[in-house]
């Protein structure tokens, strides 16, 4: 995709997100709440896949740690929230408490992204796998953040427009990242990371700045997520989580924005709509899964690159 | 003379109990064309991994443009004006050969991570010149025709031409080539001199080159280093070479009436 009016698509995302969000949570209208929070969670997919993605599509990492990017950024968030106003009256604190859980995930992407990057393939994938499962176990037994039974009562401030605006804001800041003569140093490191070194590419680097950019977006996720649900639990965070975003990557077509973020939406929408077969929900969910490998492996929304080469 | 671009001294690498490359002491100047053979499993692409920052030597000491650059990673080599080829080509496969070429601007890219972000006038300005240049590289080694292709559907010539042109992007120095007569025909042999030698002379830079092919390396080089189990039997130029005794036993056996080797 080239972007010259990259800038303008991103305004008007997330000026229709803000407008369809003042309709839908409009009492008059009394949608319902159900399928609102549905598309809440639709959009918190979208981000931390396409942020995933940037990790494990575009530069070639195998991360299994997303879901602890996502917990640090949702406790943040919603310890930052409580302080301010523990009624949940200051709706004006949001953006503050979504930033700091960005900014404290991206600093937990740093401190894995580092150590990790001596390793490759099946190797960095157990030690984020691990990050992840520390992350968890840790905040089971932090008293100030609830432990095991949860951290309750975080004001609900999250509403479609913060939801799809944030999603707009990922989506964008990745796209725009990857389609330059910078970012196609990540598509350099995920072909051949021996050859990109040789081109003068610094690996290292690249990797980090990945680790960091998606580990923010999967803690913001994390804070909408909080002020969506008003509750934290550390269950909700396990590698279950993360195995959900890899394989909405993977069906999406690795380091294919597009397909990557209709993934999201499709794989968060199958299991509610399969709510009415409640005990086979997901027998059916994994066997869809299945069936959409084998008959696309290289992704669902996966095409020929166009002439010119960017996706 | 000044000083050697490329000063080897007494570099020494062990992997284990193996010695691969024992005391390999060698120069290559600015704009000469230095050939390095020997027989396989001799050390040359172990000698090129020590030069580009992928191995540190266990001892001995390599300077380029006059600065020791033990310690190196590849990509600051790269930046100090060392760039190579691989035995086995490894161009960016999911990339077009437009796009293999734009990677390998990178590190004289002006426009950073913010630019690419805020798309403004800076980056703007940055991503034309940088296109322009792939543009230029792409005529003057006439790939721009198949600009738009994915790397890995060239024919296999090209190919090897691409990741020549694909290290030229990043404006080296000493360009360090692998074997690139390997797996090619004839013609495409006689193709590769005549681009060998034209890139040494239009860009002004020094080639080391790695080759089995006798003819290509009698052909085009000035002078030739031989390696036999990780040391130099012999440096000297084609001729010396080609009579050399101890050289003629290790390597070049039937190459040394004057036909090809064995193995070319």
């Known amino acids: 995709m080239s972007l010259p009016g990259a800038k303008r698509w991103l305004l008007l995302g997330i000026a229709l997100a803000a407008v369809a969000s003042h309709f839908a949570h409009s009492p008059e209208l009394g949608l319902n709440r159900y399928y609102l929070g549905v598309a809440v969670d639709v959009g918190i997919a979208i981000i931390l896949a396409v942020s995933l993605n940037l990790i494990n599509g575009h530069t070639g990492q195998f991360s299994l740690g997303h879901a602890g990017f996502m917990a640090v950024g949702g406790y943040t968030a919603a310890k930052i929230s409580l302080l301010i106003s523990p009624a949940g009256e200051a709706a004006w604190g949001f953006p503050l408490a979504l930033l700091g859980g960005g900014l404290l995930a991206a600093l937990a992407g740093l401190l894995v992204g580092i150590p990790s990057l001596r390793l490759r393939g099946d190797y960095l994938a157990i030690v984020t796998l691990g990050f992840g499962e520390i992350i968890r176990v840790a905040v089971q037994n932090m008293e100030s953040v609830g432990a095991a039974s949860g951290l309750k009562g975080i004001p609900k401030y999250t509403t479609l427009g913060w939801t799809f605006g944030l999603a707009a804001i990922t989506i964008y800041v990745i796209t725009a990242l990857v389609n330059s003569t910078y970012g196609r140093g990540f598509i350099a490191v995920h072909d051949d990371e021996v050859a990109a070194e040789s081109m003068g590419i610094p690996t290292t680097r690249y990797k980090v700045t990945a680790f960091v950019t998606g580990a923010f977006f999967a803690g913001i996720a994390g804070g909408l997520y909080a002020h969506h649900k008003q509750f934290l639990s550390p269950t909700g965070f396990d590698f279950l989580k993360s195995i959900d975003i890899v394989v909405m990557v993977i069906l999406g077509g690795m380091g294919r924005t597009a397909g990557v973020a209709a993934a999201a939406v499709i794989l968060t929408l199958l299991p509610e709509s399969l709510r009415a077969f409640s005990e086979y929900r997901m027998i059916i969910y994994s066997l869809l899964i299945i069936l959409l490998m084998m008959l696309r492996p290289q992704g669902l929304f996966t095409f020929q690159r166009k002439q010119g080469g960017a996706s | ?264």
């Open chain 2, 1 to 264: 003379m000044s000083a050697p671009l490329l000063q080897l001294d007494a570099a020494t690498i062990q992997f284990g109990g193996l010695t691969a490359v024992s005391a390999f002491t060698t120069a290559v100047a600015d704009n000469e064309l230095v050939g390095l053979i020997g027989p396989n499993g001799a050390g040359k692409t172990t000698a090129f991994n020590l030069i580009t920052g992928v191995y540190q030597p266990t001892s001995g000491s390599i300077r380029f443009a006059g600065q020791p650059t033990v310690g190196l990673k590849p990509n600051q080599l790269t930046r100090l004006g060392i760039a190579r080829t691989f035995q086995n080509i490894r161009l960016f496969h999911s990339m077009s050969v437009f796009d293999n070429i734009r990677a390998a601007t990178q590190l004289h890219r002006r426009h950073g991570i913010l630019d690419a972000l805020w798309r403004g006038r800076a980056h703007r300005a940055g991503e034309r010149e940088v296109e322009a240049r792939v543009m230029e590289l792409l005529e003057i080694f006439s790939l721009d025709k198949q600009r738009g292709e994915l790397a890995k559907s060239l024919p296999y010539g090209d190919q090897r031409r691409l990741e020549i042109v694909r290290a030229l992007a990043t404006k080296p120095r000493l360009l360090l080539l692998d074997e690139p007569a390997a797996g090619m025909n004839p013609t495409e042999k006689d193709d590769l001199m005549r681009l060998i030698r034209f890139v040494k002379d239009r860009y002004q830079i020094a080639v080391l080159l790695v080759e089995h092919d006798m003819k290509v390396v009698m052909g085009i080089c000035e002078r030739i280093a031989v390696l036999e189990y990780g040391r130099k039997i012999a440096e000297g130029s084609p001729q010396e070479i080609q009579r050399h005794p101890q050289v003629i036993e290790a390597y070049l056996g039937a190459a040394a009436s004057g036909k090809e080797s064995p193995d070319a």
